[in-house]
């Protein structure tokens, strides 16, 4: 590639609705123009995670993720380079995991809870964006996440969003919030907001 690729972080807690507005931005541009590459990808193996007092692993840490290989594939991306990764399936025994290849592209988005706090990541960010959820709607939609995609039982997802999801939200990402260049308030929807996005995409692109 001749130049560095224009790279925007996306943020927000669990919840927030940042997987549906990842996967809108997604349909609207062709994978040669718009490379998006998912924190998500980079869990550590379960073994590897660290547990509470009660033994209940976490997987929301910043250590969770494995963000030495996180932030190498992100530098590899930048130099041109092809990545090629297995996607990680949430411990879901149902979900068969898949081959995930990443090719450079002239817009790069890098999104998870975490971009912003490693601050190696966030200082590749040209835009960060920072997507916000009244708390109440969060807990909701995580319950139908990890209960219809993860199999997760419901006292399980309470108990980390509880114990886990929320100290995390208010220590590693809510301080975060007013140094996003962008805000997107998604208690309704964000489709007005999706199409700024767009629109600044595109203008990159052109």
Do not use: W
Request: with cysteine; net charge negative; aromatic share 10%.
């Amino acid at each position: 590639m001749e130049q560095r690729p224009y790279i925007i972080g996306i943020v927000g807690g669990s919840g927030s609705g940042k997987t549906t507005f990842i996967r809108d931005l997604r349909n609207r541009f062709a994978e040669s123009d718009v490379c998006i590459v998912s924190q998500d990808d980079y869990y550590r193996p379960r073994e590897q995670q660290q547990e509470d007092a009660l033994g209940v692993k976490n997987f929301d840490l910043p250590d969770s993720i494995d963000h030495a290989s996180f932030l190498s594939e992100i530098q590899q991306l930048i130099s041109g380079k092809t990545v090629v990764r297995k996607e990680y399936v949430f411990n879901n025994a149902e979900a068969e995991a898949k081959e995930l290849v990443f090719h450079p592209a002239r817009v790069m988005i890098v999104e998870g809870l975490f971009v912003f706090h490693y601050q190696e990541i966030a200082a590749l960010c040209d835009l960060k964006i920072f997507l916000d959820a009244k708390e109440n709607l969060k807990v909701i939609r995580r319950i139908k996440r990890d209960r219809v995609e993860r199999n997760y039982p419901l006292d399980d997802v309470l108990y980390r969003y509880e114990h886990h999801v929320l100290p995390t939200f208010e220590k590693y990402i809510l301080p975060y919030k007013d140094d996003s260049h962008l805000v997107i308030n998604n208690n309704d929807d964000f489709k007005a907001a999706l199409e700024v996005v767009v629109g600044f995409i595109q203008s990159k692109l052109a």
